[in-house]
């Protein structure tokens, strides 16, 4: 297996706090890099995890379920709840998605969604996307939506969406969306107007089924889908931060 030139995993050691950073569907790590090291800075340790399927070859990922991603999540969190005193899980996209599952089923101390969808957008060919995936096995990505193209240059992630792949991704977010109640721990949500991708709809419709105390969604102004990279991710990972130090229960320090 080969991964895609700077897409592997990654892990930065430091403090007793640790932080999952978990990427979005057809990307890769790198797209939570940057925003791991922001936070190893601050001593938090951080587990940039690949999710199955991801990185390797388009094909990889035809051949992926749903639970392949959640387990790829959870053999993250064993790794980490087995090191450390306390649990956050971030993630962009598909992978705020996966965090919030994890959030109502495994002892977490608080969730992030980034750019999270709730439902894919009405498309009426998604009804029969059970037969389609035979026929057609890969769909083309839209128009980017990034803010600044010069970041979007260093971006890795496969060029085209599997079918099948979408597939698992109505069953994992039906999945989401019916656990989304189970959540008693904070989470955190940031969204970016801009996002062409998933509409800023999806976060609010995400917020209004959190029964959690401890709830906030923040909007961005000048960013797209990728909010990890793109103009504001500053803003994103300030705010990440600060809901880091608002909800640990024990010193960054070593």
């Given at each position: 297996m080969v991964l895609m030139s700077e897409a592997q995993p990654f892990f930065f050691p430091r403090g007793r706090t640790a932080c999952l950073l978990i990427h979005g569907f057809t990307g890769t790590p790198k797209e939570m890099r940057k925003l791991g090291e922001y936070l190893a800075d601050l001593n938090y340790t951080v587990l940039g995890i690949r999710l199955?399927?991801?990185?390797?070859?388009?094909?990889?990922?035809?051949?992926?379920?749903?639970?392949?991603?959640?387990?790829?999540?959870?053999?993250?969190?064993?790794?980490?709840h087995a090191n450390y005193d306390q649990v956050f899980a971030?993630?962009?996209?598909?992978?705020?998605?996966?965090?919030?599952?994890?959030?109502?089923?495994?002892?977490?101390?608080?969730?992030?969604?980034l750019?999270?969808?709730?439902?894919?957008?009405?498309?009426?060919?998604?009804?029969?996307?059970?037969?389609?995936?035979?026929?057609?096995?890969?769909?083309?990505?839209?128009?980017?939506?990034w803010h600044n193209p010069a970041l979007a240059k260093d971006h890795r992630e496969y060029p085209a969406y599997p079918t099948a792949g979408i597939e698992q991704l109505m069953g994992l977010l039906a999945k989401m969306r019916q656990e989304l109640p189970l959540i008693r721990i904070p989470v955190l949500l940031i969204h970016s107007r801009q996002d062409r991708a998933v509409s800023p709809e999806n976060a609010i419709r995400i917020y209004?089924?959190?029964?959690?105390?401890?709830?906030?969604?923040?909007?961005?102004?000048?960013?797209?889908?990728?909010?990890?990279c793109d103009t504001d991710h500053p803003i994103v990972f300030h705010e990440i931060a600060t809901f880091l130090k608002t909800f640990s229960v024990v010193e960054t320090s070593s």
């Open positions: 199955a399927g991801h990185a390797t070859r388009l094909e990889d990922l035809m051949r992926c379920r749903w639970e392949d991603w959640l387990a790829s999540v959870e053999d993250g969190l064993a790794l980490l971030i993630g962009l996209s598909m992978g705020g998605v996966l965090a919030l599952l994890a959030a109502a089923n495994y002892p977490l101390h608080g969730a992030v969604g750019s999270t969808p709730y439902d894919l957008p009405h498309d009426w060919r998604l009804r029969f996307i059970r037969w389609l995936k035979h026929l057609l096995p890969t769909v083309p990505k839209g128009t980017p939506d209004e089924h959190l029964e959690t105390p401890e709830k906030k969604l923040i909007w961005l102004e000048n960013s797209g889908h990728v909010i990890t």
